[in-house]
């Protein structure tokens, strides 16, 4: 069933007023580029796909020995490259990739609750992404204990694996404030490590406007909705402003890059995106109003020759330890929580849909 949330301009403008915006954009509907995103698949996929049937970016890699408990955890992990999927099954690389900061290709396989098309369309993808997808197997139905039997303990429930429709999306830069998100499906078998495609789509996007710390925000109008993309843009200028690399703040900075961005869709439900990207889409219909929200964390680096000289208080002075409460030689992370609110709504005032998007800081500045 279509999910459908009536919204008055009222309550975006309520909405706003809270947020305590530094900024607001409202977008040209008809302007924005066009595209496709896939869906996921409806009814059952196959039962097995044979080891030779392979589709690029699908990499399937078992787990190194250390990692399953001698056999009693059996798991699968999905990568977008060769050497992180032979790295990880050899101990040699982890659930991440190797990427040092969050990736541009990354993967779903979870559809959300929500048929918006038609009723027994098929479902949306999830905008929960990750760079490596987690499988393990299903536990299998368990035949009736017998009378006086032993109760079936959880480790001996039988349990197998089944193959899996996987959604991947790529991010690419066109430059000029083109983009576009290349997206396939396939189906995946655990066992063989056969992967068998589905569909594949192409999403033209625009940027349309830029956040504070380093965040890129592209649209694009896709069947009857609105396709908006936030992106954390990599900084060249970062490693050297936060000490260079293998720096203790250097370190501490690509940890913060790395953390997910999270989305609070229209429907109320939220979701994480571990990517270096997070797609929203909302519904952009004569009489249809949506709004959803991405929160995130924007790192800034102040160096050493920028930071205020601290005073002494008498307390540091008291117990000698003045000299080594600010150390000038390195620079300071500041960390403060963001929200970005992306709404849509056609009035019957409206010539089409008016979509709008508003930053603002979602909490105070502070010291990491």
Known sequence: MKRRTLISLALLG???????????????FASLPTGQVTQHPVGEGPKTIPATEKVPGFFVAKPPPEQTMNGRMQFSMIFSKEKDAKDFSTGKGGFMGSSEEQADVCFSERATDVDIDEPGGPAEWSPSLEPGVHMSPHFMPMPPRAKGGKPVR????????????????RFVDLGSGKAQLEMVDAWVDPTT???????????????????????????????THVQLVVRRVKDPDATSSSGGSGSVAEMRRARMMRMPLMIEASSG??????????????????????????????VSVVPAEEQPEKKESPLQALLGGGDSMQDLSQPELHVRPMSINMSTSWTSRDKEPVVSITLGWAGRDKKM
């Open 14 to 28: 309520a909405t706003a007023l809270l947020a305590t915006p530094s900024s607001a954009e409202t977008l040209k």
């Open 154 to 169: 959880m480790q001996d429930i039988p349990r197998k694996f089944e193959v899996t429709a996987v959604h991947q999306e």
């Open 193 to 223: 490590r056969g992967v068998r495609q589905i569909a594949k789509a192409t999403l033209g996007l625009q940027r349309v406007t830029d956040a504070p710390g380093g965040f890129a925000i592209y649209a694009a109008r896709e069947r």
């Open 269 to 298: 439900t939220h979701d994480a995106s571990s990517c270096g990207f997070a797609r929203v889409q909302l519904h952009a219909e004569q009489g249809v109003g949506e709004m959803a929200k991405l929160e995130t964390s924007v």
